[in-house]
């Protein structure tokens, strides 16, 4: 059966073509922006951040709700676009390293680790690159779009496809291991989470709003917990999808959903240690001593790691359809519609500097790395910052 999806960014993504439909702000929008986004204040900056470089990796998603990142390894960038194929660059200078040509719709990743390079495509499609060259080591199916960034690590590649499947191959030779399957709802937020990895066990959030851990051996659940309760009279008040991922700190797993439920679960058991009525679909930061989250209204929350108790928010971003938190040094940075990025001070929330990209929405969650934040435009452009 199709899947029907609708994007958080409060734009409703339709399989059925070019009606106009109301965003989940109310009011009909076909120009992929947020009604009445918050006006952005002046403020002094406390920050001081520069600009490294930017670069652009082909064509970018547009409207296709990919949330396509780069992913970093080993001092290099790794970027792909829609149209475009994926590319390799410095870290510290933006400079192009190696760029593997392809006709495929490039959709899901790039994923970096083990010395591989992984992306996905919108026709089920899956590469593995080698990461020092750009040269094609294996390619292999799935049956549906890959929308997600694979995961790889522990001698495997794990594909999580826009069916609910999460597929494994070895990442030698590409043969497939195991797959699982997971039952969809039939409105779901458009996007996944990529599979978060453990010793032995992967965990993975579900559009059904739960969490699941399984073995990493042969797929096997190992224990099912809810993030976000599906309830609600209608199939869009039922949506309660996990679709960022889930971060491992120890034993512990942090989590959030569209139902704004943020959890810490203690990993091994599945048991949840607290939970939290601030959060969202979009995923999650994790600083030393706070889990950050932003929330479909736009306000940006720092809960207790321990306790899960709110250490501050900052509503000053509403409506401004941001990306989840990165951490970067003393500050948690999230992109938005217009382009901006905003760094906001750990210890209390307030703005602290603001760079903007570009005219294009930020969708993805930024990537930090030796200190640089890189972030990913819908329109495939990249761009590096670091603190001064």
């Not at 309760?229 to 942090?254: H, K, N, P, S």
């Not at 929405?361 to 930090?368: F, G, M, S």
Request: glycine share 14%; hydrophobic share 40%; aromatic share 6%.
């Amino acid at each position: 059966m199709l899947k029907r999806v609708i994007a958080v960014a409060a734009v409703v993504v339709l399989l059925s073509g070019c009606n106009s439909v109301k965003d989940l702000f109310g009011t009909s929008k076909d120009d992929g922006k947020p009604t009445d986004p918050a006006e952005l204040i002046e403020f002094t900056p406390s920050a001081n951040v520069a600009k490294l470089w930017s670069a652009n990796v082909g064509k970018g998603e547009g409207r296709l709700g990919l949330n396509q990142g780069p992913a970093v390894a080993d001092g290099r960038v790794y970027a792909a676009a829609v149209e475009g194929g994926v590319r390799a660059l410095d870290l510290q200078s933006g400079s192009a390293v190696w760029q593997y040509e392809s006709d495929l719709r490039i959709s899901g990743g790039p994923g970096a680790g083990d010395g591989l390079v992984v992306v996905g495509s919108l026709d089920g499609h899956v590469i593995a690159l080698d990461a020092s060259t750009g040269a094609e080591r294996w390619q292999a199916r799935v049956p549906n779009e890959v929308i997600t960034a694979p995961v790889i690590g522990q001698g495997l590649v794990l594909v999580r496809s826009n069916d609910g499947r999460v597929t494994a191959f070895d990442a030698a030779t590409g043969e497939r291991r195991w797959f699982s399957n997971q039952d969809l709802p039939s409105l779901t937020v458009r996007g996944n989470a990529p599979v978060t990895l453990g010793p032995g066990v992967l965990f993975v959030n579900n559009d059904d709003g739960t969490i699941s851990a399984m073995s990493l051996n042969d797929g096997r659940p190992v224990w099912n917990q809810i993030v976000g309760m599906a309830d609600g009279r209608t199939e869009l008040e039922r949506m309660a999808d996990a679709d960022g991922a889930a971060v491992l700190d120890g034993t512990t797993i942090f989590t959030t959903s569209y139902k704004k439920e943020t959890l810490a679960i203690d990993g091994p058991s599945g048991r949840p240690i607290w939970t939290r009525d601030n959060g969202g679909a979009g995923g999650l930061g994790l600083a030393p001593g706070s889990v950050l989250v932003s929330d479909p209204a736009g306000t940006v929350w720092a809960l207790d790691k321990f306790s899960g108790a709110p250490l501050w928010s900052n509503p000053g971003l509403a409506r401004r359809s941001l990306t989840a938190p990165t951490v970067q040094g003393d500050f948690a940075v999230v992109g938005d519609f217009d382009g901006y990025l905003h760094w906001l001070r750990l210890d209390n929330g307030e703005q602290a500097a603001r760079q903007r990209v570009g005219g294009d929405a930020l969708r993805a969650k930024p990537v930090e790395a030796d200190g640089i934040l890189i972030v990913q435009s819908v329109s495939g452009n990249l761009s590096a910052f670091r603190l001064q």
